[in-house]
């Protein structure tokens, strides 16, 4: 049975590294910090922190003279904003060396600071011609995404969504449980077991991607180990980024009940129909329908199941699943029980949902 989450040693790819200032760090621009209590209180019970920043690390005094970018997105200057001074060449002398280093760190992610010249890693303004437009990386950022472009990384500012937050979290112990595979001697049969324990997680994010590492496994005695173990990472990471939809969770739920179809009585099965179509409507969050199938898994012993990383691919600490997700369908309901407008409600979540996913790298699945 696979490693799950508790079972993981602080000391195995347990470390996520965070902009220094949201940590509390006082090393911004102007001797502050931008403490992010989530990520100190929450994700520190988990994980070990490790605090980088960039424009100390390349040998900047605090405080100093803002930073911002300037000229081509795909080749921006590190411009100072009063004294015009250009520290671009320096700034990219320490970003090699970092990513470097980092690689003894072993990393199982990484949150930057949003807006940075040097650390955000989306909509970071650059200048052209006196004229900001919000479509470029910060430096740092950057030079991280080249290195490891598999690494689950995020901004703290989009944390506050409750998606992505909840899609990065489970990218995080993913990709942890992933690499202590890699190091615990992995085999072909190991993989075929590490495949068929997240078989239906990846079907929540991604049933094309998990019918593609289907294929890439059933065909791995044909290819060299390290070409298949490659090859499965990157499907891997690749199909979690895709976002879970309701529509997605839905079918997975429906496919997990079809393993009890001999104990549950009529009644308990339009129950547990009824509640999965609650969480498909967005009355429920999935934490509802997923504690009821748990609570048959124990029941039955369904031993298929309780190998399933689905059931609890992160600690219940972390409070995800909580919200139900807004859809169509349930703002008519909603209408009986608001006050409000619920067609406002709903346009105001969509807006917000569409100005996240225009830059967001996970392209989500209908």
Not at 76 to 92: C, G, I, K
Not at 317 to 336: N, V
Request: charged share 25%; hydrophobic share 35%.
């Amino acid at each position: 049975m696979l490693t799950p989450w508790k079972d993981f040693p602080l000391t195995d790819f347990s470390t996520i590294g965070v902009s220094s200032c949201l940590l509390g760090e006082q090393v911004r621009y102007d001797g502050g910090h931008k403490h992010d209590r989530y990520i100190t209180d929450n994700l520190g019970r988990w994980f070990n922190l490790l605090p980088v920043c960039p424009e100390v690390g390349c040998g900047l005094p605090v405080p100093r003279d803002s930073m911002r970018l300037e000229g081509d997105p795909a080749a921006p200057r590190l411009v100072t904003r009063n004294s015009r001074m250009d520290r671009t060449d320096r700034m990219q002398a320490f970003c090699h060396a970092k990513v470097v280093e980092l690689e003894s760190e072993e990393l199982c992610g990484f949150i930057f600071k949003k807006d940075s010249p040097s650390s955000g890693l989306f909509r970071v303004k650059i200048y052209h011609d006196g004229i900001a437009t919000k479509n470029s990386t910060g430096l740092f950022a950057a030079a991280m995404a080249r290195h490891f472009p598999l690494l689950p990384m995020e901004e703290e500012g989009r944390l506050n969504d409750p998606d992505l937050r909840e899609n990065f979290i489970e990218r995080l112990f993913c990709y942890r449980r992933w690499k202590i595979f890699l190091t615990s001697g992995p085999t072909v049969g190991r993989l075929v077991e590490f495949h068929a324990g997240h078989k239906l997680l990846m079907m929540a994010h991604s049933p094309a991607i998990y019918r593609a590492t289907g294929t890439l496994v059933a065909n791995g005695g044909n290819l060299p180990l390290p070409e298949l173990l490659k090859s499965y990472e990157e499907l891997f990471m690749n199909g979690l980024a895709q976002h879970t939809t309701p529509g997605k969770n839905a079918d997975v739920l429906r496919h997990m009940m079809g393993y009890f179809k001999k104990e549950l009585t009529t009644g308990e099965k339009a129950e547990l129909l009824e509640v999965i179509k609650g969480y498909h409507d967005g009355l429920t969050p999935l934490v509802a329908p997923l504690t009821l199938l748990r609570h048959y898994v124990r029941k039955y012993d369904q031993q298929y199941l309780l190998g399933q990383i689905y059931l609890s691919p992160y600690p219940a600490e972390l409070m995800l699943h909580l919200e139900p997700k807004l859809t169509p369908l349930a703002l008519p309901r909603l209408h009986r029980h608001s006050a409000a407008d619920p067609r406002q409600q709903g346009g105001i979540l969509m807006k917000r949902r569409e100005k996240i996913d225009q830059t967001d790298p996970a392209v989500q699945e209908a």
